[in-house]
């Protein structure tokens, strides 16, 4: 299993400016995923973040909007970049196995 | 692609009501299969998974089957609560651990 620890836990932040979200799991793990769930809708998925490479964004998610870094291999950032309300959704971060997903807390932010 | 589809709600019962929640999936290979529950205000919680056809999984009263023939992986429970209300979440998880989610059913139970 894993544990992942994910902060904020959420936000009010105003229209334009950036809000960067942390992960750290408990152990290595070659790939860590950030999802996006915005309000009434289910969770899509934003991006997969290997440690060494760019992370690979899904189709309607750019690199300027939301950058990733991933340092090393328990640990990762998510920067929701030049907010708007439309962004006001909660994040998530995941790690996987063939069996089984761990997410984080999850960052609940909202755009004012 | 990979991908999970899921009946639409908002789905409405009477308490001790049948409860069938439809899930169907397209991928390759054979994936192991969630359900998530979100309550009102809460995160994602896993409900149930199968991992392998013809497994069931089951938690609280719900169960559900992995049937590879129809690649599908229906919710039940036999009498829900009022307390069950919640959205639902199907999903599947490809081999590099990514997660694939359906659009979500949101039940209702009136008591």
């Known amino acids: 299993s894993a544990v992942i620890s994910q902060k904020p836990s959420r936000d009010i932040c105003q229209r334009g400016t950036s809000l960067t979200i942390q992960c750290q799991v408990d152990?290595?793990?070659?790939?860590m995923f950030w999802y996006r769930q915005q309000p009434g809708q289910s969770l899509t998925l934003i991006a997969t973040?290997?440690?060494?490479?760019?992370?690979?964004?899904e189709s309607g998610f750019v690199i300027d909007k939301f950058p990733i870094s991933r340092p090393n291999l328990t640990f990762s950032t998510l920067t929701v970049s030049n907010m708007s309300p439309e962004d006001s959704s909660i994040y998530l971060c995941?790690?996987?196995?063939?069996?089984?997903?761990?997410f984080g807390q999850g960052t609940r932010l909202t755009v004012v | 692609g990979d991908s999970v589809t899921q009946m639409e709600g908002p789905v409405t019962l009477s308490e001790e009501a049948f409860l069938t929640i439809n899930c169907t999936y397209t991928?390759?290979?054979?994936?192991?299969l969630f359900w998530y529950v979100q309550y009102p205000g809460e995160g994602l919680q896993l409900l149930l998974k199968?991992?392998?056809?013809?497994d069931k999984g089951s938690n609280k009263g719900f169960e559900a089957t992995y049937r590879k023939e129809t690649t599908s992986f229906h919710l039940e429970k036999g009498s829900v609560q009022v307390s069950d209300s919640a959205v639902y979440f199907c999903?599947?998880?490809?081999?590099?651990?990514?997660?694939?989610f359906g659009q979500g059913t949101e039940l209702s139970v009136k008591p």
């Open positions: 995941s790690v996987g196995a063939e069996t089984e997903a761990f």
């Open positions: 152990s290595q793990v070659t790939m």
């Open positions: 973040a290997n440690q060494g490479s760019e992370a690979t964004y």
């Open positions: 991928a390759t290979g054979y994936p192991s």
């Open positions: 199968a991992t392998k056809a013809d």
């Open positions: 999903a599947l998880i490809n081999r590099g651990g990514k997660l694939i």
